[in-house]
């Protein structure tokens, strides 16, 4: 079922998600954001996509005409990545999906440049034991390994002449940073309190999605112990990072039983959008007109 909850800025408010299979209401979501994030998604022209495949929602974050934040919900099943492929539209990965760890692909002049992979194993599940420090940047061109030591790496982005990526396993945003002979070295920039997937640049700016630690699977990695050092603990939502600061400058927090995000994706040029679903009675009969002189 798809929704549309409004926010003032520095506001809290609830939700009730829908099971997108049985019509059934079954996660309670609460939503705060910070005083700032309607005026710097305004000032930057721009709204936030973002995918959650445990509750099957996709969500758009954007700015409401009178003001403050408004986030749409549209029950997807099992909705995972996301792109931006034009000035209007989003496709999304969804459904049953083949799952690899390898996790992350940065485009250069439109050919795959770096691959993050969680880590070199190729046995089943063996990845979980190389959770820590097993993850992997491997140069596409040459079928290298650029950098390895990571912690379950996703999303590299070349961003004005940088590879960014997040060191998904220790809460961490941070550039690549390479030496004459092509080997690079991890340099974090900002530590963020939960497990980083999704992720998106625009200007000076980055976008990071967070998720709670999935029982088990992502417990025990070294956010735990930094964030129990800060008596903090870890949530789910989007961060907006200031990349000339290295701070937290505006955020989205979800609380309730949303707890993990999958990925993250800015959308330029459009303030409030709605997502409609494929097959359903809405996009039967949607119509679209022209911006208006």
């Not at 509750?55 to 099992?78: C, D, E, T």
Request: proline fraction near 5%; hydrophobic fraction near 35%; charge should be negative.
């Amino acid at each position: 079922m798809n929704g549309t909850t409004g926010l003032n800025q520095g506001s809290f408010c609830s939700a009730e998600n829908v099971d997108p299979e049985t019509n059934a209401g079954f996660t309670k979501v609460d939503y705060s954001v910070s005083a700032g994030l309607a005026r710097r998604l305004n000032g930057l022209g721009l709204s936030l996509a973002f995918s959650s495949y445990r509750s099957g929602f996709l969500y758009m974050a954007g700015v409401k005409p009178g003001g403050g934040v408004n986030i749409h919900q549209m029950a997807f099943h099992r909705p995972m990545g996301i792109h931006r492929h034009s000035a209007h539209g989003l496709s999304v990965a969804a459904d049953n999906q083949i799952l690899h760890h390898l996790n992350g692909l940065a485009i250069q002049d439109g050919q795959p440049r770096y691959v993050t992979a969680v880590s070199r194993s190729d046995t089943i599940d063996g990845w979980r034991d190389r959770r820590a420090d097993g993850g992997i940047i491997i140069d596409a061109e040459t079928n290298d390994i650029v950098c390895d030591g990571l912690s379950m790496p996703h999303l590299p982005r070349l961003h004005e002449g940088r590879l960014w990526l997040l060191n998904s396993g220790r809460g961490e945003l941070g550039t690549m940073e390479f030496d004459q002979n092509g080997k690079g070295n991890f340099e974090p920039h900002v530590f963020c309190p939960g497990f980083t997937r999704g992720l998106a640049l625009n200007g000076r700016y980055a976008f990071v999605g967070l998720s709670k630690p999935r029982y088990k699977r992502f417990e025990g990695l070294e956010p735990d112990a930094r964030l129990a050092a800060a008596d903090s603990v870890p949530w789910c939502g989007i961060q907006i990072i200031d990349l000339e600061t290295r701070t937290c400058v505006d955020w989205l927090r979800i609380d309730g039983a949303e707890s993990e995000l999958y990925d993250l994706e800015h959308f330029p040029g459009h303030l409030c959008p709605v997502a409609i679903a494929p097959g359903t009675p809405e996009a039967a009969t949607l119509k679209t007109l022209p911006k208006s002189a």
